[in-house]
């Protein structure tokens, strides 16, 4: 566990000592880091990934969502050969309506992933916070929001998920519900992953709460807010990394899930699973490519995150070292 | 042994009461869904209805009543099996689920035995073979057989012998042979074919799982003394592996298998619309596409009491078996 130097400005270096830089690039993780290929080639998929899609606008050859930019005479186009009628060709093809598969596919990883990101953003600041009350405070507090977290432990998150969706779809106005999906999936994806962080930080704080650095912090009189948040969050973070990222590859999973059965993203704004949907229907004609290049992107997303997770998970398990 | 008898008694009911509180929560989620998300006046009511018409038809369904009493007769409803009427296909809930029931039960079956009877074999393959080639290339397989997604797994299944190689169906139950009112494929050839893929699809992840027990428990108790001495005294390797230690590491096992099987029923729900398998999981995902309210809550309910009293059970049957958790119970 770190100390209290994270609440120490570390502006104060002295020029000869090495560089922050040189300090982050020497420290123990970053050492695992540089030793595992695996976690290298994850790290490094995923970044590409995720570039790929924060810049989906500047390098898909179009936007396939606007119909200008579309020709129905482009329409299945296999990869990398020319179109038949109108001499074209495509890296990864074109699906039934002539949108290129590969733009499809940046503009579907950007739902995913912004879809992944919301969602664990919101079940970890749920659940951090929900587990640092029921460890600090105990109580009824303690029981009442651990109570919940095995009442909803009961059932599979996927389940949840699909259930906080239906509910969510029966509140909004049928004319909204396209604009406001993206949105309700994240609520639900979120919503049912909050558990896990709730627990291993209720845990942790139960841990250090007890000792000294707390107990000073009582004594000078820091109200209880400030200690949960400013002294026992930084130390019990560690463990809260690798649940974010191991929920990371679930709610990517979950998201494509969801769209896939059709309770997800809507066809307008397609992501990953949507378009294995959409792709699903074309297999029994010949048309392969507009199923297999989104499926190989989503299972390359999905594999990468999962083995950073692994590794974090052991990097930072202070018994593994 | 008397206060022992007694902590057991009181742990007991302490956990029925919590199972009881648990279904009674599901059941005001349920309840909240009728009430609240759409109204079912405009659902049963057409057009042309007047005031009076709505107020009659308030009084008769008892929409006026407070919401606990409400409540209450709700749950008087649900307990005798009536969950009202589909708002899309227009008939009672209940009867739908019951017709749809076997096919989902037929399915759940075949993928649980099959996760079952693979994932012990392999998972004790692996163990005794542990730096063998082919364990190890099974160990990296199931690695990456986690990683897959459900309904990527039944795909590829469909292109591969549905596409390609045109052995198996892609789609649907076959024929099926109605005896009373369960309708089963098994005395079909093509109902038993059609079990196939569907089946591989929704027992795999459980089979992957029950494996990696196996193997790291049988690695555990492979480890200790009474199974050195069984082959010291010279027992033949097999009956060792399967006499010996594969038996010791069962306890575990059919916990989890238990506990899996709620999993099995909840994940049957992805594999049915892979396969357009007309059971109650293609059944509840139309209901969330459509938003049929007394769909949804009918299926929630079911599921949480097959949910709860898994684990009831479960956790009861630990108590049982294991002496160290009576002594160890704290109030």
Redesign the interface.
Known sequence: MTDMDTQIPQTDAVPAAPSRLQRAWDSDFLYAFRRSPVAMVAMLTVTLMVLAALLSPLIAPHNPFDPATLNLMNGFTPPMTENQFTGQSFFLGTDDQGRDVFSTILYGLRISLFVGFAAVLLAMVLGVTLGLLAGYLGGWTETVIMRAAD?QL???A??VA??I???A???TPPEYRNEVAIWVLILAIGLSDWVQFARVVRGATLVEKNREYVQAAKLIGRRPGAIMLRHILPNVLNPVLVIATISL?LAI?AE??LS????GAPPTQPSLGTL?RIG?GF??SGE?WI?LFP?LT??TL??SV?LLGDWLRDALNPRLK | MLNGGHRMLAYIIRRVLQSVLVLLIVGLVAFSMFSFIGDPIDNMLGQERTQADVERLRERLGLNQPFPVQYLKFLGEALQGNFGMSYRQGRPVSEILIERAPATLELAFMSGLMALAGGIGLGVFTAIRRNGVSANIIMSASLIGVSLPTFLIGILLIYLFAVELKWLPSFGRGEVVAIGGWTTGFLTESGRKALILPSITLGLYQMTLIMRLVRTEMLEVLRQDYIRFARARGLREKSVNFRHALKNTMVPVITVTGLQLGSIIAFAIITETVFQWPGVGLLFINAVQFVDIPVMAAYLMLISVMFVGINLIVDLLYFAIDPRLRLDQKG
């Open positions: 009442v009961t059932f599979p996927i389940l699909m259930l969706f239906g509910i779809k029966g509140i590859a999973i494509a899930t896939f059965l059709g309770v294995i699903q297999l029994f392969w199923l499926a989503l299972l999905a594999l999962n």
